[in-house]
Structure formats: structure tokens, C-alpha cells
């Protein structure tokens, strides 16, 4: 599976941006998606997932702030990120776990810069 994210870029404080994940390739196995991100100088960190049954699950930090859906006709993942925080800047990377009936296969976007200033 190939993934690209779009949606990134520079927003006040308090502000919203959506985020989106296209999926393409062998997408029909993948059973989570997700969004992570990587602050400079830190480790990467769950934001939110999504299952292929539409469970999800939020850290901490965001919950009741984003909001991460999924369009299957589109193949796409989306975030929805309000009342953004300037500690939420990082490069943010969509996520995908696919499973066969042998193994799983993490694949990982190239990633999208969130800028959020004071």
C-alpha cells in the first residue's frame, strides 16, 4: 500500500486544519489506520487510529480537540484537528497495518508539517 498525506501547514492558535490520508495499492487487507507525529528532537507518538470497523482511539492530548474518520469509496483517512495548540506542532504521518492470514506489514506515509504559532 502507498499513502499520501495533505493538509498540513502554518495556523494560529486555536485554529483548525483537516488532514488527509489517501490510500492506494493492496488497501483491501489493511485492518488500522492511523495518524502519529514527531515533535523536533522527539519520539513518534500515537495521535489517533482508526479501525476497519470504525473503532477509535485518541490520546490524551487530543481527545475532544480532533477527530479521525475514514471515507472507504475514497480510500481516504482524514484528521480533524480544533482548537489547535502550539504544542501540537510536529510532522504528522498517516499509518496503515496490513494483515494476510501469515503476517503484517506496517506501512507509513512521507508525512505533513503542522506549524501551530502562539
Known amino acids: 500500500a502507498q499513502l499520501v498525506e495533505s493538509g498540513g501547514g502554518l495556523v494560529q492558535a486555536g485554529g483548525s486544519l483537516r488532514l488527509s490520508c489517501a490510500a492506494s495499492g493492496s488497501i483491501s487487507s489493511i485492518k488500522v489506520m492511523g495518524w502519529y507525529r514527531q515533535a523536533p528532537g522527539k519520539q513518534r507518538d500515537s495521535v489517533a487510529l482508526i479501525t476497519n470497523r470504525d473503532t477509535t482511539n485518541y490520546a490524551d492530548s487530543v481527545k475532544g480537540r480532533f477527530t479521525i474518520s475514514r471515507d472507504n469509496a475514497k480510500n481516504t483517512m482524514y484528521l480533524q484537528m480544533n482548537s489547535l495548540k502550539p504544542e501540537d506542532t510536529a510532522v504528522y504521518y498517516c499509518?496503515?497495518?496490513?494483515?494476510?492470514?501469515?503476517?503484517?506489514?506496517?506501512?507509513w506515509g512521507q508525512g505533513t508539517q503542522v506549524t501551530v504559532s502562539s
Open positions: 499509518n496503515a497495518l496490513s494483515c494476510s492470514a501469515v503476517a503484517c506489514t506496517t506501512y
